[in-house]
């Protein structure tokens, strides 16, 4: 061994060093462009959360404030409205999409002919702006006065609903929109999982005597489980990030009733330019999403038995 | 602990980094010449203009035969209403170039020229655009402690619209006068706002427009939060809150404190709360500016405020009240809440404050016009504000809304013009544009430092209560608290004190 280590190893060390150095001449453009674009912004993000930057204070130097600006948001009712509506948005679309998920591919799979239609059908949501989305589906239907959702309800004798002027039907109207959009991305996931099962162990199911809830329970729930969470985790954060569709639907009201954290966060930042309050808030989004989705990771391996 | 480096100075670094690495990757070779130097541009000289969408393409329009004789190029951003306001503070901020010539709101003004982000505007060229036509209530909006600092291109208010033809009808005049004790004016509208919460509770409710159907109403505002509140909430608070001895509107002049939250700011904020939830069509207490526009031009409402409410009824596709318009200044009171007295006082006859809502869009030369393009800059902006461009852009579906003495006289062009108003609507309106760019009491817009964040906490109270989600006076002394809280993050209380007084001239 010693022999054939000295033999070799001046030929193995030269191509080694040369295949190291062309490595990272390689890399270093993605490197730099990364740290440009990523690694200057979160570090400069955070920087400015604890300053008192102000975009629009012009001739006023910035101060270093410490913790001031979380302080601040602990104690800001406004924030924590808007995070109560950001979570009241995610517990209403996450499980319902993932119910209409489920029940759909499960449909999905068991059909023979059709199939790759439907799955194209399924698709077209996705496919479209969520600004788009929200402007058809959300200002034009659910207009109160002349919308054809409170005409038709008006038509068969019942009031209109108040859409977008009620702070509940507002948040009920964003979430409709969100389900209908997203909704294929559930479908879609499962389905791809769904039929990541084999079928020989539904039969050798049957053979043993298992019927078809408890096959569906003992033998597809736990296969479809990773693919399953994944898109959850997916969502869960989509949602907690929703910006889009009520900027263009509600404006984040009415009052402050479907305003959520990253509206929030644009609005302080961007329009009012408070960006170190702005940078705290987005810190703090940042900090319990990482917190959750890990917490999320390792509460999910655990319950599937990976740990 | 002070940091080394000015606000300012570090977000210049850091854009100066980015960009430089950003110039580097895409900058082309420069091919050397002989003797090592460079060979000087024969390019022709560039303007370059930043404005809105609808309104910079009809100034490119106007612009380019003027351009073209003179050979020079245009070249012209275009952004929404908002994000043209963003692009400029940003631009302001960050001592960055956004073009030679922008428009801009006059609200920011403070921001915009403390920065020293503009030039000041020689007297040749405010001699060329005869500035003494125009309005001081408008020149107010272009100066800064005496100087002139951009040019007009719109003199934006609020005025109120009401359906003259209803309230001219025999029947319902004298249905309207048994339940009022009053009759119904076709030539005035309401001159109270007592007179237009009756008006809207009247209309409400019944087949006026002939329709066969109950859904008509008695008025339409701008009421949703992020589009037109700001300038909805204030037109209908300044007749209760503007007293005639006091300058001050929106803070208190000695000490910096808010205003919002007073008796009556109160008043307006309770009555127009009920007006929008009861007197609207659905949907009202979230409209945007276009929503109370179209419910008054598709025949709703019998009675509005904007800017707008002349221009828009004249177009046939989107308007069925062409002519059945009248025009005044905003309503008033005979009670104003006097915030020096701690008391309302009561005047005989109605006390009006009517708003300068917004102030307008103006022309601005930024300071960092390139030497070569100076001549053609400043002959560029002459030409668009002379008074024959500025009666041109305010007689035709542009939007820009009269400014000047000579535009107010222009009844012929306003009446027969593109807009083809008719003389009476014409008159009408001119009228009320002139009585409310001249009233004693009339409200200057917020324009101190910081007015976005002033608007986006104003919007987000009235919004609440309107909403349901906060009581009138709630709302209002969260409002006052994170109006107080701007001012300090601005520079302290008695800094903004000062700024709103040079707002007003003073």
Redo the contacts between chains.
């Keep these: 061994m010693a022999t054939e280590t000295r033999i070799d190893s001046p030929k193995r060390s030269r191509f080694e060093i040369r295949d190291n150095i062309w490595k990272w001449i390689f890399l270093l453009p993605a490197v730099?462009i990364i740290v440009?674009l990523l690694a200057?912004p979160v570090l400069?993000t955070l920087y400015a959360a604890f300053?008192?930057?102000?975009?629009?204070?012009?001739?006023?130097?910035?101060?270093?404030v410490g913790l001031a600006n979380f302080e601040k948001l602990l104690s800001n009712r406004?924030f924590w409205r808007t995070a109560r509506n950001t979570v009241v948005f995610m517990l209403g679309v996450v499980p319902t999409q993932l119910f209409i998920g489920l029940t759909i591919a499960l449909a999905l799979n068991n059909i023979t002919r059709g199939q790759k239609l439907f799955r194209t059908w399924f698709l077209m949501p996705l496919m479209v702006s969520p600004v788009v989305v929200s402007f058809i589906v959300g200002r034009m239907l659910f207009?109160?006065?002349i919308g054809p959702i409170?005409e038709i309800l008006r038509d068969l004798g019942f009031q209109?609903i108040?859409w977008?002027?009620?702070?509940t039907w507002a948040m009920v109207a964003l979430m409709v929109i969100d389900v209908w959009q997203w909704s294929s991305f559930m479908i879609l996931m499962l389905l791809a999982a769904l039929q990541g099962v084999p079928p020989d162990l539904h039969e050798a199911a049957r053979v043993d005597g298992a019927n078809q809830l408890q096959a569906f329970w003992s033998i597809t729930v736990p296969l479809i489980m990773p693919i399953t969470m994944t898109a959850l985790l997916i969502r869960i954060i989509d949602a907690f990030k929703v910006v889009d569709i009520i900027m263009v639907l509600?404006?984040?009201?009415?009052?402050?009733?479907t305003e959520s954290v990253t509206l929030a966060i644009y609005?302080t930042g961007?329009?009012?330019?408070?960006l170190a309050f702005g940078s705290s808030q987005a810190y703090f989004l940042l900090l319990v999403l990482m917190i959750f989705g890990g917490a999320y990771l390792v509460l999910t391996r655990r319950a599937m038995g990976k740990d | 602990?002070?940091?080394n480096?000015?606000?300012?100075q570090?977000?210049r670094l850091?854009g100066g980094?980015?960009g430089v690495?950003a110039l580097a990757a895409c900058a082309p070779q420069t091919a050397p010449q002989a003797g090592g130097e460079t060979a000087m541009s024969q390019e022709k000289i560039v303007i370059r203009y930043a404005g809105l969408d609808g309104m910079g393409a009809r100034v490119e329009q106007f612009m380019l035969p003027w351009v073209e004789e003179n050979g020079y190029e245009l070249e012209r951003g275009a952004f929404g209403q908002?994000e043209l306001t963003?692009k400029i503070?940003?631009s302001?901020?960050t001592d960055t170039y956004l073009a030679d010539i922008f428009q801009f709101p006059s609200n920011a003004r403070a921001?915009v020229i403390?920065?020293g982000a503009l030039q000041q505007i020689p007297d040749l060229v405010l001699e060329a655009i005869d500035f003494d036509d125009v309005l001081p209530g408008i020149v107010n909006t272009l100066s800064w402690e005496g100087n002139v600092y951009a040019l007009p291109y719109d003199g934006d208010i609020h005025y109120s619209s009401f359906r003259k033809d209803l309230f001219a009808d025999e029947d319902i005049n004298s249905r309207f006068k048994d339940t009022y004790g009053y009759d119904l004016s076709p030539e005035n509208g309401a001159e109270t706002w007592e007179q237009w919460r009756n008006i809207c509770e009247f209309f409400t409710g019944w087949d006026w427009n002939g329709n066969g159907e109950e859904d008509d109403f008695g008025a339409a505002c701008m009421t949703?939060?992020?589009?037109t509140l700001w300038w909805g909430f204030n037109s209908r608070a300044t007749a209760y809150a503007k007293h005639p001895e006091d300058p001050a509107y929106f803070i208190d002049l000695d000490s910096g404190e808010a205003r919002v939250n007073n008796p009556g700011f109160v008043r307006a904020l309770t009555e127009w709360t009920e007006e929008m939830q009861n007197w609207t069509?659905?949907?009202?207490?979230?409209f945007t500016y276009g929503d109370s526009l179209n419910a008054m031009n598709g025949g709703?409402v019998v009675q509005t405020y904007n800017w707008d409410a002349v221009t828009s009824a004249t177009a046939p596709e989107t308007s069925i009240i062409q002519g059945k318009q009248g025009y005044n200044i905003l309503p008033g009171s005979h009670e104003v809440w006097n915030s020096k007295t701690g008391e309302w006082d009561y005047f005989e006859a109605p006390s009006h404050a009517p708003f300068h809502a917004f102030g307008g869009w103006v022309i601005a030369v930024s300071s960092q016009v390139d030497d070569l393009a100076y001549d053609a800059v400043w002959g560029f902006v002459t030409h668009l504000t002379k008074p024959e461009s500025g009666l041109k852009f305010v007689t035709d579906l542009t939007g820009a809304s009269p400014y000047r003495f000579s535009q107010m006289e222009a009844v012929d062009e306003f009446a027969n013009g593109p807009l083809q108003l008719g003389e009476e609507v014409a008159t009408d309106y001119l009228n009320a544009a002139r009585e409310t760019l001249d009233h004693a009491n009339a409200v200057t817009d917020q324009a101190f430092?910081?007015w976005?964040?002033y608007r986006?906490a104003l919007e987000?109270g009235v919004?609440?209560?309107?909403?349901n989600?906060?009581s009138p006076q709630d709302a209002l002394d969260e409002v006052a608290a994170a109006f107080n809280e701007v001012s300090e993050?601005?520079?302290g209380l008695q800094r903004q004190a000062e700024l709103y007084a040079r707002t007003l001239g003073m």
């Design positions: 730099a440009i200057i400069w300053t008192d930057l102000h975009l629009y204070r012009i001739g006023i130097d910035t101060k270093f406004s207009q109160e006065d409170n209109g108040p977008l002027t009620s702070p509600t404006g984040g009201g009415p009052g402050q009733a609005r961007v329009k009012g330019g408070d | 602990m002070e940091s480096l000015s606000r300012r570090f977000l850091v980094a980015a690495a908002q963003d503070m940003q302001v901020a921001d403390s920065a949703k939060r992020g589009d069509p659905p949907g009202g207490t979230n709703r430092g910081g976005v964040q986006d987000l919004s609440q209560a309107l909403a989600e906060l993050r601005m520079g």
